[in-house]
């Protein structure tokens, strides 16, 4: 139970991993003058209402920052075979001791484990007087 617990978190976040290391973004930030404005992630900064009088005025004291975040765009996907012989013999030994190594105990049969003793009427040994010393 716990085994197979493990197994599904860690192929989980072994995937969103290499979801997000493959991703790319773009991050915008809109500034006026000294003054950030807006900032947004994949699509456009909003602009200010000064950019439209500028327009007018032909000066330009706006400006946009674009900070391109590049994922990774090729994966290699190597095989057992590109290993050498002793990354492949250890990796094999590791595999097997892992699956194979850990057996679970024998269950022990009890033969009078549904059994209740029987219900004593008298205290025997009180009764012959044989006691252990």
Do not use: R, W
């Not at 617990?5 to 995937?15: G, P, R």
């Not at 009088?53 to 590049?70: A, G, H, Q, S, Y």
């Amino acid at each position: 139970m716990l085994k197979q617990l493990l197994y599904k978190v860690f192929t989980s976040l072994l995937a969103l991993l290499v979801l997000f290391s493959t991703v790319s973004f773009t991050i915008e930030k809109h500034f006026c003058g000294d003054v950030l404005v807006d900032v947004s992630v994949f699509t456009e900064a909003d602009k200010c209402e000064l950019e439209s009088l500028e327009v007018l005025l032909k000066k330009t004291c706006c400006k946009d920052e674009i900070n391109v975040v590049k994922g990774q765009d090729e994966l290699n996907v190597s095989s057992f075979d590109d290993l050498d012989f002793q990354q492949q013999q250890f990796l094999y030994a590791f595999t097997y001791a892992n699956i194979f190594g850990f057996e679970s105990l024998e269950k022990h049969h009890i033969p009078h484990k549904n059994y209740s003793p029987p219900s004593l009427v008298a205290d025997i040994q009180v009764l012959d007087q044989v006691f252990i010393i």
